[in-house]
């Protein structure tokens, strides 16, 4: 039995005016028709694509997806999603399976399928055409316009991802992310109020007991690039409060926002609140519900925050140290520990800047991370500038400029490299 079913879901001014009537899903347009014998696996599936539109990840959407694969094996867009939730490697293996279960399935489930394929493939640009095709085709999917703006930012064509979301938005707009990665465009662009706005408007529309880290930390990124990290700091203590009671913290203790906030604080000079906010962080690990192995990883991350710190301070011998302390660790950790090696390079190139010794610095900078990181690129054209390589420097400010990531460290060093181009 074939089932057919709406997967509901300019300028800001032209968003703005639209969230009144956005709220309310449109009368349905044509839609996939999903090959599946279970009708209540059809509608966990809608309710699995809302989820993931209002940030409701984690183990209890990989536990929706499983639900329905075991109500229709042989669902072809019910396996695809569960790869979709399920981390490597597991998920690239559960993808093949979607993949062939959608040869037997409808014509817009098995294009579907075939298009992410290729977007989550090594070559994402060879699934443009098929997603706009698909989302002209089937105008009453709003996932299809999601995808093809995800896989436009991915891309770098920002200005065509703006335009997905806001079709995806003028569908239905009562779930927060197409508002959200709206923001996220204003944000790249410069337009720091206008993506304030948006993430406002996403704010309002997160579900109860969900954590809107995506919202407040894009949030606090605004005030960074405008220079005001009292402003961020502001933003990202009010989360770390709100998320101990979301459903997020049973399973992730707040360390991770702390940490930011040490971060912020360490790399605009203010060292003794930097300490205070990492180790406040890591209180939270021994008592938590994760595993071992991760709370061993977040006591290097503690170490690596301290170093950072202690070199600031100019306790050079008291941050080598920590140095050390994470050298010990990955040594010990045999194979595991080998993944690390990059976070140890970057603590050394750090200290070693700090320290004077620029060529050290730029040699273990150049191992410190396998694809870029903003922050350590500011890092590495710090160490080119200081050591006289003024054709470096510039040419590594200018990554850390043309970087398109939403996060942290593009927020922390972003600034900073702007302000150098125009004096190098």
Do not use: C
């Amino acid at each position: 039995m074939k089932l057919t079913t709406t997967l509901v879901g300019a300028s800001l001014a032209a968003l703005t005016a639209l969230t009144a009537v956005a709220d309310t899903p449109k009368p349905a347009a044509r839609t996939l028709t999903l090959t599946t014998k279970s009708e209540a696996a059809a509608a966990q599936l809608r309710e699995l694509q809302r989820r993931i539109e209002s940030y409701q990840f984690g183990p209890a959407t990989q536990e929706q997806a499983r639900k329905i694969v075991e109500l229709d094996p042989d669902f072809a867009l019910g396996q695809y999603y569960l790869s979709a939730v399920t981390p490597p490697p597991e998920g690239p293996k559960l993808l093949e399976k979607s993949a062939a279960l959608a040869k037997g399935a409808s014509e817009g489930e098995r294009r579907f399928v075939e298009a992410m394929v290729l977007a989550r493939g090594a070559n994402p640009e060879q699934a443009i055409e098929p997603l706009k095709k698909l989302a002209d085709d089937y105008p009453g999917e709003r996932p299809l316009l999601m995808i093809l703006g995800q896989t436009y930012a991915q891309l770098g064509r920002q200005e065509e991802a703006r335009v997905a979301y806001e079709k995806a938005i003028a569908l239905d707009g009562s779930t927060p992310r197409a508002y959200a990665l709206v923001g996220n465009y204003h944000l790249l662009s410069g337009d720091y109020a206008k993506a304030r706005e948006m993430y406002r408007l996403a704010r309002t529309r997160i579900p109860p007991r969900v954590a809107p880290g995506a919202i407040a930390y894009s949030t606090a990124y605004t005030h960074l690039y405008e220079g005001q990290p009292d402003e961020a700091i502001k933003v990202l203590r009010d989360y770390a409060a709100e998320y101990k009671d979301t459903d997020n913290a049973a399973s992730q203790p707040e360390v991770f926002i702390w940490n930011s906030i040490a971060r912020i604080n360490l790399e605009h000079g203010r060292y003794p609140e930097a300490l205070a906010a990492y180790e406040k962080g890591f209180q939270s690990v021994p008592g938590s519900p994760l595993a071992d192995q991760d709370k061993q990883i977040w006591l290097g991350r503690l170490h690596h925050g301290r170093g950072r710190t202690l070199a600031r301070m100019g306790k050079h011998e008291e941050a080598w140290k920590e140095a050390q302390t994470i050298r010990k660790m990955i040594d010990e950790g045999g194979e595991r520990g080998k993944q690390f090696e990059p976070s140890y390079h970057y603590l050394a190139g750090y200290l070693k800047l700090e320290e004077g010794d620029y060529a050290a610095a730029i040699e273990h900078l150049k191992q410190a991370e396998p694809a870029r990181d903003p922050f350590r690129d500011l890092l590495l054209a710090r160490a080119y500038e200081k050591a006289g390589d003024k054709e470096n420097a510039r040419k590594t400010y200018l990554e850390v400029v043309n970087s398109k990531q939403n996060n942290l460290e593009r927020a922390l060093s972003y600034p900073e490299a702007k302000k150098k181009l125009a004096t190098l």
